[in-house]
């Protein structure tokens, strides 16, 4: 929960102090229960927004790789053609396309994961939204059988208005510590799903140096082999 999340939640609070003396304890447990379903519904865009970055990503992965397909068929087209420098320049294109698509692997790995974990959290909360609900439903009927109770006593003792008041407040002080931990467990669940690491982080300059050299050694060992290749060729044709 941000910082204005948690402003908020800590004002919502105050004056629900405020009014709990005047409110009914029945509309009290149903604003408790529409709130935890406000949450399950955050969860649920959470959930949408992860499955919609991870399809992001898997297109782009599939697109790199229909141009890494592309590059290698011109290299192999100008190497037919004796120009080994648009050769080169297609290969180095097809090494780049070649490391992006692992890092976005890795990082659709990464999403996949957050979404597993998403769902599985989206289906904890929702499990204990519906004990709420069947919690809320016994509490209420227990009151209105108090309350009722109550009223009955009140006619026969005289002395109704106090016992009344006595009542009222031990039912508001265990709703509203039951309402309270439902909502304590909701948030600390959406507080453990963190939050995604940036898929931008390229390295150091170290590293972009290490991948160069390497990506010039892919290179020249694809050329090695596109010569060798198209030398056997050259041989096979000359034997026929």
Not at 26 to 43: F, I, K, N
Not at 94 to 100: C, G, M, P, R
Not at 131 to 160: L, M, N, P
Not at 163 to 173: G, P, W
Request: charged residues 40%; glycine residues 4%; aromatic residues 4%.
């Amino acid at each position: 929960m941000g910082l204005i999340g948690r402003f908020l939640f800590l004002v919502r609070s105050k004056l629900n102090a405020l009014l709990n003396r005047a409110a009914d304890p029945s509309a009290e447990l149903d604003y408790s229960y529409e709130q935890l379903r406000d949450q399950l519904q955050d969860v649920t865009r959470g959930i949408a927004d992860v499955t919609t970055q991870k399809k992001r990503l898997e297109i782009h992965r599939r697109r790199l790789r229909e141009n890494v397909e592309k590059y290698d068929g011109q290299a192999r087209e100008a190497m037919r053609q004796g120009r080994e420098d648009l050769a080169r320049r297609a290969l180095e294109k097809k090494q780049a396309h070649v490391s992006q698509i692992a890092d976005l692997t890795d990082q659709i790995d990464d999403l996949q994961g957050t979404q597993d974990r998403l769902v599985g959290k989206r289906a904890e909360l929702s499990s204990r939204v519906e004990q709420f609900r069947t919690h809320k439903e016994t509490v209420k009927a227990r009151y209105e059988a108090a309350e009722a109770s109550a009223r009955v006593s009140e006619a026969f003792t005289g002395v109704g208005d106090t016992m009344a008041d006595v009542s009222r407040s031990i039912e508001r002080a265990t709703e509203r510590t039951e309402r309270m931990e439902a909502r304590a467990a909701a948030l600390e669940e959406l507080e453990e799903t963190g939050q995604l690491e940036s898929v931008l982080d390229k390295g150091d300059d170290i590293d972009r140096e290490l991948d160069r050299v390497s990506t010039e050694r892919a290179v020249d060992y694809e050329l090695e082999s596109l010569r060798a290749e198209l030398g056997s060729e050259a041989e096979r044709e000359a034997a026929d």
